[in-house]
T-cell receptor, first 111, second 114 residues
Framework: KQEVTQIPAALSVPEGENLVLNCSFT??????LQWFRQDPGKGLTSLLL?????REQTSGRLNASLDKSSGRSTLYIAASQPGDSATYLC??????????FGKGTRLHILP | KAGVTQTPRYLIKTRGQQVTLSCSPI?????VSWYQQTPGQGLQFLFE???????NKGNFPGRFSGRQFSNSRSEMNVSTLELGDSALYLC?????????????FGPGTRLTVL
């Protein structure tokens, strides 16, 4: 059974710092892994999608890596800003096309 | 292009009642998925519809059902509501099913069961 874990559950960092969010999954047989952002009371916004054959994806200040063999992914945020405060969710897409989400890391950037 | 829309945004019901939630996907998207989000369980997959057919289902009781119309709009129904059904219900759309692709999420419907 695929399980997705995100640690830590919450994180506070001063503005301007670089930070890393972690995601681990138990079954390496995945199609892809996505990172989403969720603002309070709102839906999810897709940030990055990494196909199983890829090692990383970049978008602006965000970089996501994928290591299937170890069942890990990281989301790197450079030069954090207060507007980055949100909950970040990791999700893996299984071979049966179901998507399993982690419970998220609640990020707070301190001005 | 308009995003995924969900109606209503907020809903308050009492135990035993039933509720219907609506989702309009992005124009041209034919797959609609539904998720339940709670603080304890996080985001859990309910079901996915593609071309008016349910193609995938999560581990939820039969009280949770859905359907999709020919214009790809989808509705989700929960019968005999329980307190534990209080959650944010999210729908997501994508172009096709069966192809691992980015899903676009709506803002959600906040359901409170009293």
């Amino acid at each position: 059974k695929q399980e997705v874990t995100q640690i830590p559950a919450a994180l506070s960092v001063p503005e301007g710092e670089n930070l890393v969010l972690n995601c681990s999954f138990t079954d390496s047989a995945i199609y892809n892994l996505q990172w989403f952002r969720q603002d309070p009371g709102k839906g999810l916004t897709s940030l990055l999608l990494i196909q199983s054959s890829q090692r990383e994806q970049t978008s602006g200040r965000l970089n996501a890596s994928l290591d299937k063999s170890s069942g890990r992914s990281t989301l790197y945020i450079a030069a954090s800003q207060p507007g980055d405060s949100a909950t970040y969710l990791c999700a893996v897409s299984r071979r049966d096309d179901k998507i399993i989400f982690g419970k998220g890391t609640r990020l707070h950037i301190l001005p | 292009k308009a995003g995924v829309t969900q109606t209503p945004r907020y809903l308050i019901k009492t135990r035993g009642q039933q509720v219907t939630l609506s989702c309009s996907p992005i124009s041209g998207h034919r797959s609609v998925s539904w998720y339940q989000q709670t603080p304890g369980q996080g985001l859990q997959f309910l079901f996915e519809y593609f071309s008016e057919t349910q193609r995938n289902k999560g581990n939820f009781p039969g009280r949770f059902s859905g359907r999709q119309f020919s214009n790809s709009r989808s509705e989700m129904n929960v019968s005999t509501l329980e307190l534990g059904d209080s959650a944010l219900y999210l729908c997501a759309s994508r172009l096709f099913a069966g192809v691992p692709d980015t899903q676009y999420f709506g803002p959600g419907t906040r359901l409170t069961v009293l």
